[in-house]
């Protein structure tokens, strides 16, 4: 095996690994998002008004589909 063949099979498994890392970064993403807007959905007017929020925001935010931020 050449040296130049070596180097490009070492950058596709760097790069395929990279890949990797940022689905599972964006899954990541994706489970975090869907455990927040599950936890904003239990909580009262008054939880609510402690953190400053509405009702409305918290509406809004659960109508979202899990992959938008």
């Known amino acids: ?22 689905i599972g970064a964006l899954f990541d993403q994706w489970r975090r998002r869907i455990h927040e807007r599950d936890a904003f959905a239990h ?8 953190i400053g929020l509405s009702r409305w925001e918290v509406e809004s935010e659960l109508a979202k589909p899990f992959w938008r931020g």
Do not use: F, I, K
């Open 1 to 22: 095996m050449s040296a130049t063949t070596r180097g490009t099979l070492t950058e596709c498994q760097a790069s395929e690994h990279g890949a990797g890392a940022r």
């Open 43 to 50: 909580l009262d007017e008054r939880d609510l008004h402690d």
